[in-house]
């Protein structure tokens, strides 16, 4: 599983043998230095936005932190929020909750929220895959969004790739029966690779589509059409 047991401590998962396991990750650790406007978003809206960590240990409140009780959709990977202030814009009947790690990103993604007068997003900066696996109920996502996650192009780096058969099974155990699972990818190998993965999920249904209009263009796509990759776009339903 290419995902953390505990996000607040060291691996406990053993070999076979009983030696300790080390940990693959999905995402790596990038530079934490906010730039003066994403310290100064950050100091008007994290209190306000960004569902604390310790959430890992006293559970995701989702009717306190929202302020309601509504559907909801979860974005793995929000970056710097592009995408998500966007797309929440046009569904303030739903609650959506953003997972991502890096904090630059983090910032920009409440610059872009406040931008765009958006309030129905929180944001959590814990594993993705464990804040599904531990603070998400079954059948509790409306909609999953995956935009862009990082493609760890070098093959010894493969396993590090988010999707992969666990944690498909895992994402669509969350999702709710007729729930879309969509995702996006600039490197048509990861493409390929989620379509065979994805397939072989039998919780899921679907399979490479058009590109999905309602998703803005991001700077990640950009970067990818720049440098000459095809954008291929996917969405799986959870059937029931």
Known sequence: ?????????????????GRPMAEVRS?????????????????????????????????????????????????IGSGVGEAVAELAA???AYDVLAVEVWRPGLASTF???????VTNVRALALDAAWVLE???????????????????????HHKRRLVGPGFAALAASRL???????????????????????????LLEGGV???????????FERRGLAAGRAVTDLCYCRVS
């Open 27 to 75: 995402y790596a650790r990038r530079g934490s230095r906010l730039t003066l406007q994403q310290q100064a978003a950050w100091d008007r809206r994290a209190g306000q936005w960004l569902v604390p960590a310790s959430v890992a240990t006293e559970g995701l409140d989702l009717a306190r932190w929202f302020g309601r009780t509504a559907p909801l959709i979860v974005e």
């Open 209 to 219: 589509t058009d590109r999905y209009a309602e998703r803005p263009i991001t700077r």
């Open 176 to 202: 709710a029966p007729g729930a879309l699972w969509r995702l996006a990818t600039d490197w048509p190998d990861y493409a390929a690779h989620m379509v065979e993965v994805l397939d072989a999920e039998p």
């Open 111 to 117: 610059q872009h929220l406040e931008q765009a007068g």
């Open 134 to 156: 531990h603070l998400v109920d079954e059948g509790a996502v409306a909609e999953l969004w995956t935009f862009f996650p990082d493609p760890w192009p070098k093959v010894r």
């Open 1 to 17: 599983m290419p995902y953390r047991s505990d996000p607040a401590r060291p691996s406990t998962r053993t070999t076979p043998e």
């Open 90 to 92: 046009q569904r303030p």
